[in-house]
């Protein structure tokens, strides 16, 4: 199937610094997600991208909807401890909730307090 | 508060028996999936349903097999045919074509299933 191409693969920070992750794809996409998920959880979703340039905050994380629509970025701010986890993208090509969603292959994660 | 409820968390079977994982939700959602996590890996689609008494195979479905009779339950049986079951599984929903944050996947906590 289709595939979203995330980056970095894993990351080992301090804590206080800031991190970017990003996502790629040959296709056009309608809605970008991203998700983080704690170890033996499921994801949850952290912000969601409707638009091309959109720019979304929530709290020290901050999303963008590429221009191209073929890729988007997480930033978080100022990251704690807490942070630890895997981050996915996922993207859906159509509108509504009749496309199916796509993700990556996951950022893991790891801050150095 | 509404959720998804998955269960057992964690379950240990034995090579050539079936599993079926138990996926319940009380968000009144029309769509549910069921997705494979294996390490390093992203998410991948089993089967989905829209709607109850249908359902779609996803990427990965050999092995698999599934039931939507409630709109509420959607379980997910892995089979003896699947050659690699060991993974953490993960059942989500979502809401009905038109509602706000239609194409937004709600997850439930997962189960971990492990092949002796």
């Known amino acids: 199937g289709q595939q979203l191409n995330q980056s970095p693969q894993s990351m080992f920070i301090q804590e206080g610094e800031d991190v970017s992750m990003n996502c790629t794809s040959s296709?056009?996409?309608?809605?970008w997600l991203w998700y983080k998920q704690d170890p033996g959880e499921g994801p949850v979703l952290l912000i969601a991208l409707y638009k091309a340039g959109e720019l979304t905050s929530n709290g020290r994380l901050t999303a963008q909807f590429g221009i191209t629509r073929k890729d988007s970025f997480l930033n978080i701010s100022a990251s704690i401890p807490s942070d630890v986890g895997i981050y996915f993208c996922?993207?859906?090509?159509?509108?509504?909730?009749?496309?199916?969603?796509?993700f990556g292959q996951g950022t893991t994660l790891q801050v150095k307090p | 508060d509404g959720g998804i409820t998955q269960s057992p968390k964690y379950l240990f079977r034995k090579e050539g028996q079936n599993v079926t994982l138990s996926c319940e939700q009380n968000l009144n959602h029309d769509a549910m999936y069921w997705y494979r996590q294996d390490p390093g890996q992203g998410l991948r689609l089993i089967y989905y349903s829209q709607i109850v008494n249908d359902f779609q195979k996803g990427d990965i479905a050999e092995g698999y097999s599934v039931s939507r009779e409630k709109k509420e339950s959607f379980p997910l049986t892995v089979t003896s045919a699947q050659k690699n079951p060991t993974a953490f599984y993960l059942c989500?929903?979502?809401?009905?074509?038109?509602?706000?944050?239609?194409?937004?996947?709600?997850f439930g906590a997962g189960s971990r299933l492990t092949v002796l």
């Open positions: 996922a993207g859906q090509q159509t509108t509504g909730n009749t496309g199916k969603l796509i």
């Open positions: 989500a929903s979502r809401p009905g074509q038109g509602v706000s944050g239609a194409n937004v996947l709600t």
């Open positions: 296709s056009i996409f309608n809605t």
